[in-house]
C-alpha cells in the first residue's frame, strides 16, 4: 500500500545562536514523507521545485531516503528556502522565500493514505489543488491533516479558513499547541480538540512540546495525555513532522489508516487501540530532538 504526501519541500538554512550557518533538506511535508520512508513505508512526494542546485539536492536527498517525486513537482521558478533562526534554548523562528503552485498530481485512486499540511495547504494558488485533490483522494484513501501554520506567511483569517475546510476531509488531524494559540488564544486543547472532532475527525492529536501529548478519539470521546519521554535537547527542528510521521507509521501498522475500511476501523477505535501510534509518534520526536537537523529515525532506533 503506497502513501502520498503532498506539499512543500524546501531547504533549511539553520542560524546558531554563536552564528555558525547549515543547510539541511526540510519542510513539514517532505520531513513526513523522509520520515515514513524511514519507518518502512512505501511513500511518494507531490512538491514544488525549481530548476536550481537547491532543488536538485532536494531530489537527490528524498531518492536517498527512498521517496520518490511525483511527476508536476518541477515547475518552480527557484526552489523554497526557509531561514530558520535557533536560540539557546534549541527553539526555531522561521522566515520564507518560497512559491507554491502546483497544478498537476498523480491519479487519486493509486494511493491508500493522503498526508498534506503546513504551507501547502494554505498559500495559493496551490492550497485550492491540494483540497481538489483531497476531495478526489477520500473515496479510496485515509488523509491525515497537519496544520504546522507559520504566521510569517499567512494571515490568521486564511489559516482558520484552510483548517476549517481541511478538518472536514481529514481522518486524523495532528497539531502543536503553538497552532492552537494563534487559531483559538486562550481555548483549552481540551475544548478545541472536541470541537475539531465534531467537524469529521477520528482522531485528534495535540502535541504540548517537552510536556507530551494530548489524544482524543472522536467517537467515543475518550482523552489522554501522554508525557514526552526524557532526552538531551540538540534542537526541535522537524519534531512535529517526525512526531506526525510516527503517528501515520502506527496507524497503517494498526490497520487504521490506509483503506475505506481502515477509516471505519479507525472510527469505531478506543483509545486503547490508538494509544501505540500516539507512543510511536512521542517515540520518534523524541528521537529526533536529541540529534541535529530534521533527522527521521528508523524503526531500529526506537528500540
Same mark, same amino acid.
Given at each position: 500500500?503506497?502513501?502520498?504526501?503532498?506539499?512543500?519541500?524546501?531547504?533549511?538554512?539553520?542560524?546558531?545562536?554563536? =552564528?555558525?550557518?547549515?543547510?539541511?533538506?526540510?519542510?513539514?511535508?517532505?520531513?513526513?514523507?523522509?520520515?515514513?520512508?524511514?519507518?518502512? &513505508?512505501?511513500?511518494?512526494?507531490?512538491?514544488?521545485?525549481?530548476?536550481?542546485? &537547491?532543488?536538485?539536492?532536494? #531530489?537527490?536527498?528524498?531518492?536517498?531516503?527512498?521517496?520518490?517525486?511525483?511527476?508536476?513537482?518541477?515547475?518552480?521558478?527557484?526552489?523554497?528556502?526557509?531561514?530558520?533562526?535557533?536560540?539557546?534554548?534549541?527553539?526555531?523562528?522561521?522566515?520564507?522565500?518560497?512559491?507554491?503552485?502546483?497544478?498537476?498530481?498523480?491519479?487519486?485512486?493509486?494511493?491508500?493514505? /493522503?498526508?498534506?499540511?503546513?504551507?501547502? $495547504?494554505?498559500?495559493?494558488?496551490?492550497?485550492?489543488?491540494?483540497?481538489?485533490?483531497?476531495?478526489?483522494?477520500?473515496?479510496?484513501?485515509?488523509?491525515?491533516?497537519?496544520?504546522?501554520?507559520?504566521?510569517?506567511?499567512?494571515?490568521?483569517?486564511?489559516?482558520?479558513?484552510?483548517?476549517?475546510?481541511?478538518?472536514?476531509?481529514?481522518?486524523?488531524?495532528? $497539531?502543536?499547541? #503553538?497552532?492552537?494559540?494563534?487559531?483559538?488564544? %486562550?481555548?483549552? /486543547?481540551?475544548?478545541?480538540?472536541?470541537?475539531?472532532?465534531?467537524?469529521?475527525?477520528?482522531?485528534?492529536?495535540?502535541?504540548?512540546?517537552?510536556?507530551?501529548?494530548?489524544?482524543?478519539?472522536?467517537?467515543? %470521546? #475518550?482523552?489522554?495525555?501522554?508525557?514526552?519521554?526524557?532526552?538531551?535537547?540538540?534542537?526541535?527542528?522537524?519534531?512535529?513532522?517526525?512526531?506526525? $510521521?510516527?503517528?501515520?507509521?502506527?496507524?497503517?501498522?494498526?490497520?487504521?489508516? =490506509?483503506?475505506?475500511?481502515?477509516?471505519?476501523?479507525?472510527?469505531? $477505535?478506543?483509545? #486503547?487501540?490508538?494509544?501505540?501510534?500516539?507512543?510511536?509518534?512521542?517515540?520518534?520526536?523524541?528521537?529526533?530532538?536529541?540529534?541535529?537537523?530534521?533527522?527521521?529515525?528508523?524503526?531500529?532506533?526506537?528500540?
Amino acid at each position: 500500500m503506497r502513501s502520498l504526501v503532498i506539499g512543500e519541500a524546501l531547504i533549511d538554512r539553520v542560524t546558531s545562536p554563536d =552564528g555558525a550557518v547549515a543547510e539541511h533538506v526540510g519542510g513539514s511535508p517532505a520531513n513526513v514523507a523522509i520520515g515514513l520512508a524511514a519507518l518502512g &513505508h512505501d511513500v511518494e512526494l507531490a512538491t514544488w521545485l525549481g530548476p536550481d542546485a &537547491h532543488g536538485a539536492r532536494i #531530489e537527490q536527498v528524498c531518492r536517498t531516503r527512498g521517496v520518490a517525486l511525483t511527476p508536476g513537482s518541477h515547475g518552480a521558478g527557484s526552489t523554497p528556502v526557509a531561514h530558520a533562526t535557533l536560540d539557546e534554548q534549541g527553539s526555531a523562528t522561521y522566515t520564507f522565500d518560497l512559491e507554491w503552485a502546483p497544478e498537476t498530481f498523480p491519479t487519486a485512486d493509486s494511493y491508500g493514505h /493522503v498526508h498534506t499540511g503546513s504551507i501547502g $495547504a494554505v498559500l495559493q494558488p496551490g492550497a485550492t489543488s491540494v483540497r481538489r485533490f483531497l476531495q478526489q483522494a477520500r473515496a479510496g484513501a485515509t488523509i491525515s491533516y497537519d496544520p504546522n501554520l507559520r504566521p510569517d506567511l499567512m494571515t490568521l483569517d486564511e489559516a482558520a479558513a484552510a483548517v476549517a475546510g481541511l478538518l472536514t476531509l481529514a481522518d486524523v488531524v495532528k $497539531a502543536s499547541d #503553538e497552532d492552537l494559540a494563534w487559531l483559538s488564544p %486562550g481555548s483549552p /486543547v481540551e475544548q478545541v480538540a472536541k470541537e475539531w472532532a465534531t467537524l469529521g475527525p477520528a482522531l485528534v492529536v495535540i502535541t504540548l512540546g517537552g510536556a507530551g501529548a494530548f489524544v482524543r478519539v472522536g467517537r467515543s %470521546g #475518550e482523552q489522554a495525555r501522554l508525557p514526552a519521554g526524557v532526552v538531551r535537547l540538540v534542537d526541535t527542528v522537524g519534531a512535529g513532522d517526525s512526531f506526525m $510521521a510516527g503517528l501515520v507509521s502506527g496507524l497503517l501498522d494498526g490497520g487504521l489508516l =490506509g483503506s475505506p475500511d481502515a477509516r471505519q476501523r479507525l472510527r469505531a $477505535a478506543t483509545l #486503547e487501540q490508538v494509544l501505540p501510534a500516539v507512543e510511536r509518534a512521542l517515540a520518534t520526536a523524541a528521537r529526533t530532538v536529541s540529534v541535529a537537523g530534521a533527522h527521521a529515525p528508523t524503526r531500529a532506533e526506537l528500540g
